[in-house]
Antibody, heavy 119, light 106 residues
Framework: EVQLVQSGAEVKKPGESLKISCKGS????????IGWVRQMPGKGLEWMGI????????RYSPSFQGQVTISADKSISTAYLQWSSLKASDTAIYYC????????????WGQGTLVTVSS | SYELTQPLSVSVALGQTARITCEGN??????VHWYQQKPGQAPVLVIY???NRPSGIPERFSGSNSGNTATLTITRAQAGDEADYYC?????????FGGGTKLTVL
């Protein structure tokens, strides 16, 4: 079974750093792009960026470029999303999802990681 | 940047047909995918490449795409279909989601 399992919920203070993870299993992790999607409380889905674990080629949405860093460790089939200095506005659920080329749908999705940033 | 517009909400009577639209400039030239998201759950793919259903998705779910509008159609709507639905395309190496539509089954 193809599966993406994300790390658990986080509670952080503004200015702190954070790295959340997404571990793939049941398929060749290096052969599929992994995307990250933000969902702020009560809001819709926003595409953040994508990484190809095979060579770490990474693309960002202009809205998130410079705000987050996407990385991957193919040796442990895990992709990451990280912040160097969190803001309250980063409070959201973050999903990872596997991109299916060449038509670019996302399936499956991870279960989501809730990030709460509050002083 | 490319934009997708969905109605905020759609209501349908139990057992009737619901249609959720997704509008974008010449969207008919793109591949449109649809996701269902129930409260507290991750999104689930229900239609890919305009008209295709993943395994496990009921035949009641179908899609179409032409001109400036893509449509997700749910026939014989059930209470379990109540959810948020999002359309998605790929444009200029970027994923784009519609704003989402809340489907209410009355």
């Amino acid at each position: 079974e193809v599966q993406l399992v994300q790390s658990g919920a986080e509670v952080k203070k503004p200015g702190e750093s954070l790295k959340i993870s997404c571990k793939g299993s049941g398929y060749s992790f290096t052969n599929y792009w992994i995307g990250w999607v933000r969902q702020m409380p009560g809001k819709g889905l926003e595409w953040m960026g994508i990484i190809y674990p095979g060579d770490s080629d990474t693309r960002y949405s202009p809205s998130f470029q410079g705000q987050v860093t996407i990385s991957a460790d193919k040796s442990i089939s895990t992709a990451y999303l990280q912040w160097s200095s969190l803001k309250a506005s980063d409070t959201a659920i973050y999903y990872c999802a596997r991109r299916q080329q060449p038509y670019n749908w996302f399936d499956p999705w991870g279960q989501g990681t809730l990030v709460t940033v509050s002083s | 940047s490319y934009e997708l517009t969905q109605p905020l909400s759609v209501s349908v009577a139990l057992g009737q047909t619901a249609r959720i639209t997704c509008e974008g400039n010449n969207i008919g030239s793109k591949n449109v995918h649809w996701y269902q998201q129930k409260p507290g759950q991750a999104p689930v793919l229900v239609i890919y490449r305009d008209t295709n259903r993943p395994s496990g998705i009921p035949e009641r779910f179908s899609g179409s795409n032409s001109g400036n509008t893509a449509t997700l159609t749910i026939t014989r709507a059930q209470a379990g279909d109540e959810a948020d639905y999002y359309c998605q395309v790929w444009d200029s190496s970027t994923g784009v989601f519609g704003g989402g539509t809340k489907l209410t089954v009355l």
